[in-house]
């Protein structure tokens, strides 16, 4: 299993910013995938996360309060991405984001991106 998250950076406070995540190694459509982040200081915490593509009603999606109706998570099957758009930024959303998936013995966890947002 291998998770390359791109796509982070600095942007000001009301900003935008996509993060995406490559996975290979396993049989994406078949997993659930998830954003997680961890600002300094502070516990890792999720931040949203989606179904698996498996099923006709397609994929649940489930958000952290604190970023709801501000983030959305999508993923794209045919590339085996999943993708975190980030709008209105705040400076409480700086931390290091991380891609996740996860079966029943284990969790698997990329590099993380730094998402730095300023007032």
């Known amino acids: 299993v291998q998770l390359v998250e791109s796509g982070g950076g600095s942007v000001q406070s009301g900003g935008s910013l996509r993060l995406s995540c490559a996975a290979s190694?396993?049989?994406?459509?078949?997993?659930?995938m998830r954003w997680f982040r961890q600002a300094p200081g502070k516990e890792r915490e999720l931040v949203a996360a989606?179904?698996?593509?498996?099923?006709?009603?397609?994929?649940?999606?489930t958000y952290a309060d604190s970023v709801k109706g501000r983030f959305t998570i999508s993923r794209d099957n045919a590339k085996n991405t999943v993708s975190l758009q980030m709008n209105r930024l705040k400076s409480d959303d700086t931390a290091v984001y991380y891609c996740?998936?996860?079966?029943?013995?284990?969790?698997?966890w990329g590099q993380g991106t730094q998402v730095t947002v300023s007032s």
């Open positions: 996740n998936t996860f079966t029943l013995r284990d969790n698997y």
């Open positions: 190694g396993f049989p994406f459509s078949y997993y659930a």
């Open positions: 989606i179904g698996s593509a498996i099923g006709s009603a397609g994929p649940s999606t």
